[in-house]
């Protein structure tokens, strides 16, 4: 009657084909080691006898028939060879049953380590992406900086040359004003409302112009009403400029109207005695 395997012996072979990817040189010396094993095994059963109790074999004390003894003599050095072997054996198998729950356990490990290692992987690449980012602001930031530098510089440099523009400006100003003060002999002054030498200036020399302004206005008219008397011969010219030419001539006019008046006034004179001489 031929033996089936146990099992335990087919737990062991799938056992086996499970670990043998994870282990190879432990599922070699298993591989090795299952035949042998196997035989003892089976031999173990078929030599397993059933055991009475103990009272029954004491009442009855039947004895055992010799075919039994001879055949039980027989088995008796296979019993021995399989007493021989190695309680190692034993062990590794309980041991390698005993993988199975470790692989269960490491491959729950292993899946969770899995899944760790993609949750680590994703916020790799968050974090990869948000230092990205951050580089290309910092980058953006730096050149903000730099613009803003180049601008600011910009900024004072322009500052300084209208400080010195205004400067100038000022002393140009001034220097109109001390020139009025010169010729019209007035001089103007400020009671400070701004607190800015360039404004001030400015006022003083607008003073300056309306004065200027009105003292031509009135020479202007003057001139006009005298020019007939000293230029009777002469145009009355409508430019101030050409006015004023006139009596800026290099003869006096006023000393000719004086020579000529007196050169009337001699002549009158001698017609008046004339005429007495001639009366008397």
């Not at 190692?88 to 899995?114: C, K, P, V, W, Y």
């Not at 002999?185 to 004065?211: A, K, P, S, V, W």
Request: proline share 6%.
């Amino acid at each position: 009657m031929p033996s089936t395997p146990s099992p335990r012996l087919a737990l062991l072979a799938q056992l086996t084909k499970e670990k043998k990817r994870r282990n190879p040189q432990l599922m070699g010396q298993l591989l090795r080691a299952l035949p042998t094993c196997w035989f003892f095994l089976k031999n173990i059963v078929l030599m397993r006898k059933p055991r009475l109790p103990r009272s029954i074999t004491e009442k009855r004390q039947l004895p055992c028939p010799a075919p039994e003894r001879r055949s039980r003599r027989k088995l008796e050095p296979g019993l021995a060879a399989h007493k021989s072997l190695p309680l190692g054996m034993f062990n590794l198998g309980s041991q390698f049953i005993g993988f199975r729950n470790e692989t269960a356990t490491l491959r729950d490990a292993l899946h969770r380590a899995q899944e760790r290692a993609d949750a680590l992987e994703a916020k790799l690449k968050t974090s990869e992406i948000a230092r990205r980012k951050a580089e290309k602001d910092a980058a953006v930031v730096e050149g903000l900086r730099q613009r803003l530098k180049t601008v600011e510089d910009a900024m004072s440099d322009k500052e300084a040359q209208q400080v010195e523009r205004e400067n100038a400006i000022v002393e140009h100003f001034e220097k109109q004003n001390r020139r009025f003060f010169r010729k019209m002999g007035e001089q103007y002054t400020l009671n400070q409302e701004f607190d800015d030498r360039l404004i001030d200036t400015l006022d003083i020399l607008e003073q300056n112009y309306d004065m200027a302004r009105t003292c031509i206005s009135s020479a202007w008219a003057a001139l006009k009403r005298v020019f007939p008397l000293f230029f009777p011969k002469d145009t009355q010219p409508e430019i101030f400029s050409q006015l004023t030419q006139h009596f800026l001539a290099k003869e006096d006019p006023v000393l000719a109207y004086r020579q000529a008046s007196l050169k009337i006034g001699f002549k009158g004179t001698i017609a008046l005695v004339a005429a007495r001489k001639l009366t008397g």
